[in-house]
């Protein structure tokens, strides 16, 4: 538990810092000449070279551990960031969001993968899952105003040098104070059929994770969350016209945390199945996102006060249910592929919003990414409940 602890501390700045660039980095690019389209490129190419290490990480942290990673993306994304401070053209910047989406891949499969295997009861797992999203929100409150409030009174150049001195540092003491948790997962009991006769459970010779691979259709809904949160930090930041403007952006980014911190307080939510949760999570945050697109007179920040209680209702759900399907084992790659999902997702997002939005409004794109998720969620929940005709 006390390696939990610091991986939590850890974790709490490095997203801190890493959300306090949400509501500057539109406003930076724009002021080095940067057009809305480019913009949207730019969000893209940061998602879309997560993917080579995602896969890196995947294999990675099941082979070297956690720790390893961990040091390595906050020492190379605060690097960056220093660097990132005395950029003059939008292609420079271009090119160190690249790199940074890069090498921030590591962090998140690592980050959960270790996490994960603090315990191998799948009861204290959901909790150490909640946890890390209690902590990832809790600095999502705070981080983007604060990171609009050093713009407004330091500048672009010195918040970016602040902030990646942070990650530097948090890089130095994850050195000390994180060690790697090798969990030797017991087999699953399962129960005797009926026609065995025998009233003692017997165990699976496998695995879960290993016996039943997890469905493609699980990872929709990790793509199409990821493609609309990636069109709402798309089209915030294009409100900010000015030094003051940046503040109000920052401020609404602070908002959505503020709703997922709502629901992930909600404990009581934990009784509920991992898939349920899931499941009309995603579909309250589609009709949200249509609300927005239809232009339905609510007040905006109640909508985005909405958009993170459904938020904070999805990702722990859905890390809860990965270790159910994981079976134990291979913690790695079954986190790096939804860290893959999400990268693509954010991907789609920001470019079809940078190349759309004179057509149609954005938020029906992801309106649309997330009805079709709904839409073939139950049928992956049918297929795992045809698979486990042995374990049930």
């Known amino acids: 538990m006390k390696t939990a602890i610091w991986l939590y501390l850890f974790l709490f700045v490095a997203f801190f810092d890493l959300h306090a660039q949400y509501p500057i980095l539109t406003p930076f690019a724009i002021s080095l000449g940067a057009a809305p389209s480019f913009i949207g490129l730019m969000m893209g190419m940061y998602s879309i070279t997560h993917l080579p290490g995602n896969l890196i990480a995947g294999y990675g942290v099941d082979r070297f551990g956690s720790r390893l990673f961990i040091v390595f993306s906050l020492l190379a994304a605060g690097i960056i960031l220093l660097f990132q401070s005395h950029v003059t053209n939008p292609w420079q910047l271009l090119v160190l969001r690249s790199i940074s989406g890069f090498v921030l891949a590591f962090l998140s499969p690592a980050c959960l993968a270790l996490l994960a295997r603090l315990s191998n009861n799948i009861t204290e797992q959901g909790k150490l899952m909640a946890g890390n999203g209690l902590v990832h929100t809790l600095a999502s409150v705070v981080s983007p105003a604060a990171g609009a409030y050093l713009v407004a009174k330091i500048g672009f150049t010195t918040a970016f040098t602040v902030l990646g001195w942070l990650l530097v540092a948090t890089a130095v003491c994850a050195v000390f104070f994180i060690s790697d948790k090798r969990m030797n997962v017991a087999p699953l009991p399962v129960k005797a059929s009926p026609e065995s006769g025998s009233k003692k459970p017997k165990t699976a010779q496998q695995p879960l994770g290993d016996s039943t691979p997890i469905p493609w259709l699980v990872f929709l809904l990790p793509i199409a969350t990821s493609c609309s949160q990636g069109i709402l ?9 000015s030094q003051a403007s940046i503040m109000t952006t920052g401020l609404l980014f602070s908002v959505v945390s503020i709703g997922a911190l709502i629901t992930l307080s909600m404990l009581f939510l934990n009784r509920i199945s991992a898939f349920q949760r899931t499941l009309w999570g995603a579909f309250m945050l589609a009709v949200i996102y249509f609300c927005l697109a239809a232009g339905v007179p609510a007040p905006f920040t109640i909508m ?9 209702i999805i990702l722990p759900a859905l890390s809860t249910m990965l270790i159910e399907l994981s079976g134990g084992t291979r913690y790695g790659r079954t986190f790096s592929i939804l860290s893959i999902a999400f990268s693509v997702g954010a991907f789609i997002g920001p470019m079809a919003a940078g190349q759309l939005r004179d057509q149609l409004s954005p938020y029906f794109i ?5 009805m079709l998720a709904v839409a073939v969620l139950p ?7 045809a698979s486990r005709t042995y374990f049930s």
């Open 233 to 241: 930090s798309f089209e915030l930041p294009l409100m900010a016209k």
């Open 304 to 312: 985005l006060l909405l958009i993170g209680m459904a938020k904070g």
């Open 366 to 370: 992801a309106f649309v990414a997330l």
């Open 379 to 385: 049928f992956y929940n049918s297929r795992i409940l």
